[in-house]
């Protein structure tokens, strides 16, 4: 299954991903580094980190709609899709949350908008697994031979046996 959002060959969506993901991850531990240090530069970096993060966390979900759109209904791929959009909105949110927590007095984060961050940080790590199993295990968006019921690779062995040298994918039975 190709994506329908690609950019010179590749899909835009995993692309993106890695700037919110990078930003608001790290954020998370300027926010640990201000907690152990109380050095108030930590959390100052982290304010501007979350509303880039925040930012290019909304464009990279306008790209990963416009993917899981395309996912066809009933298929294993779209329901991982989908809990791949609703974790990723909920690390969004708590994130949100976290940056108008901190708004006012963003060198002095209250423990509430600390929370948010360290909490966003490992809701967007479940969320990047679900990303992993469509794209790594489902072939969602990188294959035109996706597999979309493939099964779940905590259980399973191999979805696919491929020879990249080839572009040979074949489904495992």
């Not at 926010?31 to 464009?59: E, H, K, R």
């Not at 779209?78 to 007095?105: E, M, P, Q, S, T």
């Not at 489902?138 to 399973?156: F, K, R």
Request: with cysteine.
């Amino acid at each position: 299954m190709d994506s329908r959002a690609k950019a010179f060959g590749h899909a835009i969506h995993p692309i993106m991903i890695v700037f919110p993901l990078g930003l608001l991850g790290t954020a998370a531990i300027f926010d640990a580094l201000y907690l152990i240090t109380n050095n108030s530069t930590w959390p100052t970096v982290s304010f501007w980190m979350l509303v880039a993060g925040l930012i290019g966390g909304l464009v990279a979900a306008l790209f990963g709609l416009i993917d899981f759109l395309n996912i066809p209904n009933g298929t294993r791929a779209k329901r991982i899709g989908l809990y791949h959009a609703l974790v990723n909105v909920c690390a969004l949110i708590l994130f949100a949350a976290g940056l108008y927590l901190r708004w006012d007095i963003p060198l002095r984060p209250t423990t509430i908008a600390l929370v948010c961050s360290f909490v966003g940080l490992a809701v967007a790590m479940l969320g990047g697994w679900f990303g992993g199993e469509l794209v790594e295990r489902l072939g969602v968006g990188v294959s035109p031979e996706a597999n979309l019921n493939a099964p779940n690779s905590l259980t399973h062995g191999k979805a696919f046996d491929m020879d990249v040298r080839q572009h040979n994918l074949h489904p495992t039975r």
